[in-house]
Structures are given as structure tokens and as C-alpha cells.
């Protein structure tokens, strides 16, 4: 089994359960949210947290493929900025906390789209439905 089969069946489970969780209860996790950046040691940790996870996951799936392993591959990278921004501009995390809780819709979107994600990497994981993009020269 490839890495990148492992980690779409570890990825898509994830942010279906995640995303969608968060979708249907928004207010108690929006609740949560205001706990967390309240407390400046979780915030930390989340940064570490997101750190670790990222440069693991870069470290043994950095593929930069025109197919669909490269979702992996941006979802470590994303983890890893999303770690560095916690740790070294821990202030961020209130101000955009403020932004979603302000446009609502903007998070909708963005959970419809971890949602889609998780989806396809399910998918792609589990059933192992080919996903080709072939374009002509």
C-alpha cells in the first residue's frame, strides 16, 4: 500500500468527520474557539501540533504530481504554515476567529470544501477510483 493511499484513508475520514461535525454544530464549536484562544498554551500546542503533523507528513509525502496525491502533499504544507503562523503570530488566530465569526458564510464554504475533500480522499483512499488528467500538448 502506498503512502499516499494510507494517508487519503487517515486524510478523508478526517476532514469529513472534522468538517462536518463543525458544520452541524457551529455554535458549540464556535463556543470551543473562544475557549481556545483564551488560553495561549493551546494555542501553542495547536501551532506545534499543526507543526509536527505538516513537516511529517511533507517529510514522507512530498509529491508534486499532476494527479491527485498532490491534495496530500498540499494538505502537509498548509499544516506546516498553519503551525508556523500559530507559533510565531499566535494574535492571528483572534483576529481570523473574528473574520469567520463576522462571515459566516466564508466558513460555510470553506467546511463544504474540507468536506469535499475529504470526500474525494476517502474515496481515492478506500476504492482506489482512478483519477487521471490528460491534456494535449
Known sequence: MT??????KLIG???LIVATGVLLNLKTYQKMIEDLIQNSALVYLSGIFALIVGLLM???????VLDWPVAITI????????GVRL?????SLPKAIEFYRNNTLYLVIRLILIILLGLALTLWGYFEIPVTFEYEK
Do not use: D
Open 13 to 15: 475520514p478526517y476532514c
Open 75 to 82: 494538505v502537509g504544507w498548509l499544516g506546516v504554515i498553519k
Open 3 to 8: 503512502a499516499s493511499i494510507i494517508l487519503a
Open 87 to 91: 507559533i510565531v503570530f499566535p494574535n
Open 58 to 64: 511533507v517529510q514522507f509525502h512530498n509529491i508534486w
